[in-house]
């Protein structure tokens, strides 16, 4: 089984500056990466994903991440954050079991933008 | 497209009752994964099922049990609540596609149970 490790657990920044949420898996076998985003009272939403090709993904508000094959990372990355994107994010890893797919979660990083 | 929609959203029992939790899926999705979240735990797989059936099981005693339905939609059971249960139960479907090993998971909003 796969286990994913996000090192901080809370992050603070200030408005416009940069950040970088860590996140580390088990195994380097073949696998799928994801971040999410997680609103208050609200479900994950998918905010970029690692499936195979260019190891730099990138959302569609700013944040990117780099596939690491070797340190087995997968960090988060944005250069300016907003209080918008204030909330907490969840990186996870889906390997294949069985029939299907298992998705392993990081306990989450806390990310809260001070203006 | 209608978004994964649980229900109830907030729920509160008693040590020792039984819940019963539903999520409706996307339209189409044939996949439907179930997760607990509690802080410093984060997301703990629970079980997925496809078309009806149980594919794959997390490490949860068997006080948590699940079904799917023919359209889809999937419950959730847990019985002989305990405090430790109290936890955002989150919803997961997928559009299983024929070819691929992968797919992506759709989110619901998720019931918040408390056991007091």
């Known amino acids: 089984a796969q286990s994913v490790t996000q090192l901080d657990s809370q992050v603070p920044v200030f408005e416009e500056a940069p950040v970088e949420l860590r996140c580390n898996y088990s195994?380097?076998?073949?696998?799928?990466l994801f971040w999410y985003v997680q609103y208050p009272n609200q479900g994950l939403q998918l905010l970029l994903k690692?499936?195979?090709?260019?190891?730099l993904v990138k959302s569609i508000n700013g944040f990117e991440a780099e596939f690491n094959k070797s340190q087995t990372s997968f960090h988060l990355r944005k250069p300016s954050v907003h209080i918008s994107d204030t909330a907490e994010y969840f990186c996870a890893v889906s390997d294949r079991v069985g029939t299907g797919n298992q998705f392993y979660f990081g306990t989450g990083t806390s990310l809260t933008v001070i203006p | 497209k209608a978004g994964v929609t649980q229900t109830p959203r907030y729920l509160i029992k008693t040590r020792g009752q039984q819940v019963t939790l539903s999520c409706s899926p996307i339209s189409g999705h044939r996949s439907v994964s179930w997760y607990q979240q509690t802080p410093g735990q984060g997301l703990q797989f629970l079980f997925e099922?496809?078309?009806?059936?149980?594919?794959n099981k997390g490490n949860f005693p068997g006080r948590f049990s699940g079904r799917q339905f023919s359209n889809s939609r999937s419950e959730m059971n847990v019985s002989t609540l305990e405090l430790g249960d109290s936890a955002l139960y989150l919803c997961?479907?997928?559009?299983?596609?024929?070819?691929?090993?992968?797919?992506?998971?759709?989110f619901g909003p998720g019931t918040r149970l408390t056991v007091t």
């Open positions: 195994s380097s076998v073949s696998v799928y």
């Open positions: 099922y496809f078309s009806e059936t149980q594919r």
């Open positions: 997961a479907s997928s559009l299983v596609m024929w070819g691929t090993d992968y797919y992506e998971q759709y």
């Open positions: 690692y499936l195979s090709g260019s190891t």
